[in-house]
């Protein structure tokens, strides 16, 4: 995988991830909800940096989709948490991916700092602790 | 479905592309003998001082479980994710991990789990930084060690009354 083919893909999660936490959203209230906000305003915030990041290679930047399948019916707090949680996995692979095919060190830096963060969100939305996040 | 959007496609083991592979084998199928240790001297002496890093966490951990026997369930993944962290980072040829002595364990279980989380966070900044320093494979085991030790961090320190409501 080269680095733009990584950045694309991470790109391509960041879209898939604001539509799967705003479906989210959607079934959560109070401190659920107001995290779920962050956790989609986080991923906006990666997702216009990745797209930068894309233009800067000289490639046009994956579009997102109008609509995405799910992997599991969203009916419910628990199951919206759930939705969050396996996104954040999902994410945290993808910056695994790009850490490992990133040339420059402002992409290498970015999708480490971004894969800690994913790594921490899992925690949030009920995950536990593993020995490699981010591992395939 | 659409093929790009990984995080809601479902994830498969065949693509290929990204991860460690396991050991190579020349194109007649046979295992290399006997390598060489041909690893770049600097990667090896940034994985050595992961591994060194790593030891003393596992240390660490056991002194905690040694002293505050009650505190050994909720050490024990911690415990464990180091020992594979250093099988990962020894599997490179060249490294080898410098084991030291435990550091001193506060007189209170709180107090010890405070300090752990504290080791725990200044390892995944040191990890974090050697990744961004090396490239390839070796940058995403030591970025997904230091994800580790991250998430690690936050399950060690204890929670805020904020934080429980």
Avoid at chain 2, 96 to 114: I, M, N, R, Y
Wanted: contains cysteine; hydrophobic residues 50%; aromatic residues 4%.
């Amino acid at each position: 995988m080269t680095e733009v083919e990584a950045l694309q893909a991470a790109l391509a999660g960041e879209h898939a991830a604001m539509y799967g936490v705003g479906v989210a959203g959607g079934k959560l209230s109070g401190a659920r909800f107001r995290a779920a906000t962050d956790t989609f305003e986080q991923h906006r915030r990666n997702r216009d940096r990745l797209t930068r990041l894309v233009i800067a290679a000289g490639e046009t930047p994956v579009a997102a989709e109008a609509a995405y399948d799910l992997p599991q019916a969203v009916s419910n707090t628990a199951t919206a948490a759930a939705l969050v949680l396996l996104i954040e996995r999902r994410l945290t692979a993808v910056y695994g991916d790009l850490v490992e095919a990133a040339g420059q060190p402002a992409v290498r830096a970015f999708a480490i700092q971004t894969l800690l963060a994913t790594a921490s969100a899992q925690l949030a939305w009920g995950g536990a602790p593993v020995a490699f996040p981010g591992d395939v | 479905m659409v093929p790009g959007a990984v995080a809601l496609a479902s994830c498969t083991d065949d693509s290929g592309g990204s991860g460690t592979a396991g050991g190579a084998k020349s194109p007649d199928g046979v295992q290399p003998a006997e390598e060489t240790p041909s690893t770049d001297p600097a990667i090896v002496a940034a994985l050595t001082a992961a591994a060194t890093l790593s030891t003393q966490l596992s240390l660490q951990y056991t002194a905690l479980s040694t002293k505050f026997p009650a505190l050994r369930t909720r050490l024990a993944a911690g415990a464990k994710y180091h020992a594979s962290h250093l099988t990962r980072l020894k599997a490179v040829p060249g490294v080898q991990a410098v084991t030291g002595k435990a550091q001193a364990v506060p007189s209170t279980s709180a107090a010890a789990l405070t300090d752990l989380a504290k080791r725990e966070k200044a390892a995944a900044v040191a990890h974090a930084a050697a990744a961004a320093k090396v490239s390839g494979e070796h940058a995403r085991l030591l970025a997904m060690i230091a994800a580790a030790e991250t998430q690690l961090a936050i399950t060690l320190t204890p929670k805020k009354k904020a934080d429980q409501q």
